[in-house]
């Protein structure tokens, strides 16, 4: 068997141990019989300009990019995806076959896909959105939001002048409002999306009354460690349908796997449990 065939791709950021995305890779290289694998490519975020030329040479058919580089990384590819340039990041590297490198952003795809799945009859414009946060994440969930009919964004982020750059950028639907405003930003709202840090495992839980969220809203989080955050479990309680962040990882890596390796991936209740267990 020749040396061509290996498929080489893997995750690269600062730090990496973390990452789930080798368990997903490495188990569907598996399941779908191809020879491969996914590794961790812990980068420095000085040494991106040096790692990322030597992907094709390493024989790699590509790489997620993770934080920190989801932005510097856009500056360093040949070619853009044009969803990538819309959103200022890439979470996505193909090797190209003359061994130029074009960047993707699968985030929104693996945001909204994760809401069909918990929710098969969503509509982004079923009444307004409610986004908490403006950084990587929040890009991704806006712009798609925006882009699946959305007819009103309201965003708020700790700092407001991000909030307001990005309602600025983006324009359409988004309106930026200050974080004081974010307990009545939630009346009528018919999605709530975190994208914030607040709730993670070892952060301080989002300071947020649900009071004047309508319990039809669907909650969404995109952390997924832990699985139900301290926002889920109080929407959970009282009665909102709930997102935990899994789906968006899980459905994000599914055209990377298929730009590399050839096959669009099924997400299965195995490999949720699988993943779920090293959470």
């Not at 649900?210 to 969404?220: D, E, G, I, K, R």
């Not at 479990?233 to 009282?238: G, I």
Request: net charge neutral; proline share 8%.
């Amino acid at each position: 068997m020749s040396e061509q065939k290996f498929g080489l791709a893997g995750v690269m950021g600062w730090p990496v141990a973390h990452s789930r995305s080798p368990k997903l890779h490495n188990y569907w290289l598996q399941k779908y019989g191809l020879l491969g694998a996914y590794v961790q490519l812990p980068v420095a975020p000085g040494q991106l300009p040096v790692a990322l030329p030597g992907l094709a040479a390493l024989g790699f058919r590509g790489c997620n990019i993770t934080i920190p580089h989801k932005i510097d990384a856009l500056r360093l590819v040949h070619a853009l995806d044009p969803v990538a340039q819309r959103m200022g990041a890439i979470n996505t590297i193909v090797v190209q076959p003359d061994d130029s490198l074009k960047g993707f952003n699968n985030d929104g795809f693996g945001y909204i896909q994760s809401l069909l799945d918990a929710k098969p009859d969503w509509r982004a414009d079923a009444g307004p959105i409610t986004v908490l946060g403006a950084g990587g994440a929040a890009r991704a969930v806006v712009l798609s939001l925006a882009e699946r009919g959305a007819k009103e964004i309201r965003l708020l982020n700790r700092s407001p002048e991000k909030a307001q750059a990005l309602a600025a950028e983006f324009g359409g639907p988004i309106i930026a409002l200050p974080w004081s405003e974010r307990h009545h930003a939630l009346s009528g709202a018919a999605l709530l999306v975190n994208t914030t840090s607040q709730g993670m495992h070892g952060q301080p839980a989002l300071e947020l009354d649900l009071a004047q969220l309508p319990t039809s809203a669907l909650v969404s989080d995109v952390i997924y460690v832990p699985l139900e955050t301290p926002l889920l479990a109080a929407a959970k309680a009282r009665g909102n349908p709930t997102v935990n962040g899994l789906g968006m990882l899980l459905n994000q890596a599914r055209p990377a796997f298929a730009a590399w390796f050839g096959v669009m991936p099924e997400l299965t209740p195995e490999l949720r449990a699988a993943i779920e267990a090293t959470l």
